[in-house]
């Protein structure tokens, strides 16, 4: 795939997805982190790009800075809904202005101080080398997120966060929500770790994870996915897949509901592929 590395491309690039709708486009960003959707806007420097198509409600759109944008792969397959993968293309690929890198090595030999300099007089001192031989510690992600327990966007929270296919990411919640009332009028509340069923609130057939209790919080990688997640309070996992994550609630009736939970995700930094 012929590579562009000129400011200018982006205007292109714009242009012929968003006049191209059915091409799907993979977005490969600095931190390592792949987006694959469609590119429907460029406006202050920022992509909007769609992700999903719409399945059980997880359609979403991210905004991402063009600074932030390694390259920007355009694929004719169509193909929205599945984890990025590296294809041959024909159509030219964004990749952001070329910059020198701060360790490139020059001619000019380093500074050194003259005879007769002042004493006062700084001279060169050389930056420090690391000699641990190890690269700079990646910093964690963290998102800050409240998930509702209604049926708004069928019931799932999406996270803004694109996961990586083996990353470790850690999920904790607290709060409370009501799931309505049961046979007797009561109110109905719910950690994150869900409610036990009782005598007055039968087993719910419609949650989405069977099992598990109602009103414990789920998540989902990706639209098109329905191998769901129990989170609860706390949970640790290792993504099996690439997409958006999604997060919501185990009910199946989900009308009477109301309030959030606080959520935050921790995944560590992704490197390049």
Known sequence: MKKFLV??????????????PILADTIRLKDGSVIRGQIVSFKNEQFTILVGSGARGRKSRITVYMEDVDSIDFDASGNTSGPAEDNSSS??????????PTNQ???????QQPANQPSNQPSYQPPPTNTSGRGPVPV??????????DNASNGWTNSGFVVRRGQ???ITASGRVSLGKDRNGADRWSTPD?????????FDRDKLMSRERTGALIAVIGDDNDDF???GRDHDFVAQRDGVLFLGIN???????????????????SGPR
Do not use: K, M
């Open 7 to 20: 400011h200018s491309v982006v205007a292109f690039a714009l242009v012929f997805a968003v006049s191209v």
């Open 91 to 100: 159509q030219p690929a964004y990749q952001p202005p070329y910059q020198q």
């Open 105 to 111: 090595p020059t001619n000019q030999p380093p500074y």
């Open 140 to 149: 964690p992600i963290q998102i800050n997120v409240r998930v509702h327990a």
């Open 168 to 170: 470790r990411i850690r």
């Open 194 to 202: 869900g409610v036990a069923n009782t005598p007055n609130t039968p």
């Open 229 to 231: 997640i129990l989170i």
């Open 251 to 269: 009910e199946g009736n989900l009308s009477d509901n109301s309030g959030t939970f606080d959520v935050v995700i921790v995944a560590e930094a």
